[in-house]
């Protein structure tokens, strides 16, 4: 059988082929923001949020690692200046670490390098999600994963989960989304390349309201917090 003349995008088949469970699947999470509304890096905050006197069991990022661990071959978190605080957190939980150069140029440039970094991994697929949203449920992750798989199966590129009308993170994404992020001017936005492609995109419902939440002020936080205790 002669080899298709346009190349530029891998077919659906060709990694979904070898597809189990997690194979071929990389967690990338973004964590080079200098978090200034929040006055302390997000990436580093307890979670689960803890009382006065307690001490954290994790953080954001260690959550975020977690979480993605359990679908995911590996996970790749993108860091910027704040490099040497992650480290340690990335490493001891058996994650990878890139460095942003120029985070200034926001977090295009490191959805951007995150993504370089899965391929050149050999990966073909993507479960992105951003270090300052608390990390989604087990249950959550699973039915992105196996949506992602149907999805492909039907020449769809990506997943995002939908609650409540609301589309959040983690964003999965298979190797044509992956080359339009890539492909993008570096003044691009997700938001833009997701609008562009949305026919491509399956939006899956989930009872999930960490899929949406986002944190970027203490009040922020403590708000999630006791919404995360509220849905424990």
């Not at 990694?15 to 469970?21: F, I």
């Not at 997943?159 to 999965?172: A, K, S, T, Y």
């Not at 992020?181 to 989930?206: G, H, M, T």
């Amino acid at each position: 059988m002669e080899k298709p003349a346009d190349t530029d995008f891998c077919t659906p088949f060709c990694y979904v082929r070898d597809m189990s469970g997690a194979a071929g699947l990389c967690g990338v999470i973004l964590a080079a923001g200098e978090s200034t509304r929040m006055g302390s890096d997000k990436a580093l905050l307890p979670w689960p949020p803890i009382s006065a006197g307690q001490i954290p069991s994790g953080t954001f990022l260690s959550a975020a690692i977690q979480s993605l661990t359990l679908q995911t071959e590996l996970v790749i978190v993108v860091a910027g200046k704040n490099a040497p605080m992650l480290a340690p957190v990335v490493y001891s939980a058996g994650a990878s670490m890139v460095v942003n150069p120029a985070p200034e140029l926001g977090q295009f440039s490191s959805l951007q390098l995150g993504l370089r970094e899965v391929l050149n991994r050999g990966r073909d697929a993507a479960m992105v999600t951003l270090v300052d949203r608390p990390p989604a449920s087990a249950r959550t992750i699973q039915k992105l994963n196996e949506a992602f798989v149907d999805a492909l199966h039907r020449y769809q590129w990506a997943v995002i989960p939908e609650f409540q009308g609301r589309h959040g993170h983690p964003l999965v994404a298979g190797r044509e989304m992956i080359e339009a992020f890539l492909k993008a001017p570096p003044e691009s936005n997700a938001r833009e390349i997701r609008d562009r492609y949305a026919e491509k995109i399956v939006y899956v419902e989930v009872d999930d309201p960490m899929t949406i939440a986002n944190v970027n002020t203490p009040a922020d936080y403590t708000s999630i917090g006791n919404s995360s205790t509220q849905h424990a």
